[in-house]
């Protein structure tokens, strides 16, 4: 609920603010002492997603979101489909994960996700005047909320399937941007830590020279 609030205020914002912005507007935000440097695989989840009449339909926003993460270089990571976790998880424990309601679903799926992936996507999208596309990315072990990044389309883009994959392939593009930041901040942390325990090992060195000095 706090997160559908967020996004509404954000909405008018831009409403008030950018009333005639001809850009769609999007904004990531990596979350602090959290890091997607381990992550090789993301995980979808099933989207957030009421349908309205002249809007593309959930079924074709899940086709777009496997579709676009299909594209994704496996260099950078890997996306892994709702339907296959749900007809593994069916086979694996016969639940159904589109018949025993979304709520239960969700469950069930957070309780498996880790099996497939390293973090799972939460795909949200409310539509409107201004419609939002939001990405949550949490841990598949701990579900902690790792990255956000939301989109709201400018007033004359048009809420079609074309439009959602577009914007779709800028998530991915963006967190494939950040799971590399994070490794180069991870290496540097690890190149410091190693210097650090170097030096520390130096003067343990010195100080055992010296005492030996000191004892002859």
Not at 76 to 98: E, H, N
Not at 127 to 156: C, N, P, W
Not at 194 to 201: F, L, N, S, T, V
């Amino acid at each position: 609920m706090k997160k559908i609030v967020h996004i509404l205020l954000l909405v008018l914002a831009m409403a008030m603010f950018c009333p005639s912005a001809l850009a769609y507007w999007e904004e990531g935000a990596e979350q602090e002492g959290q890091s997607a440097a381990d992550v090789k695989t993301l995980a979808i989840s099933a989207p957030l997603y009421v349908e309205k009449k002249g809007y593309p339909t959930l079924e074709e926003y899940i086709n777009v979101l496997n579709t676009r993460g299909a594209k994704v270089s496996p260099k950078k990571y890997t996306v892994v489909p709702y339907d296959v976790i749900a007809r593994d998880i069916m086979q694996k424990t016969g639940k159904d994960l589109y018949t025993i309601g979304r709520i239960p679903a969700a469950r069930v799926f957070k309780n498996h996700v880790a099996e497939y992936a390293d973090a799972y996507l939460v795909p949200t999208v409310t539509m409107g005047r201004r419609t939002v596309l939001f990405f949550e990315v949490y841990s598949a072990k701990t579900h902690e909320l790792l990255y956000t990044y939301q989109i709201i389309l400018a007033s004359d883009d048009l809420d079609t399937v074309g439009t959602y994959s577009d914007m779709v392939s800028l998530f991915y593009d963006e967190f494939a941007a950040v799971i590399e930041k994070h490794k180069k901040e991870k290496k540097d942390e690890e190149k410091a830590a190693r210097k650090e325990r170097e030096k520390a090992e130096r003067r343990a060195q010195q100080e055992r020279e010296k005492a030996e000095r000191a004892g002859k």
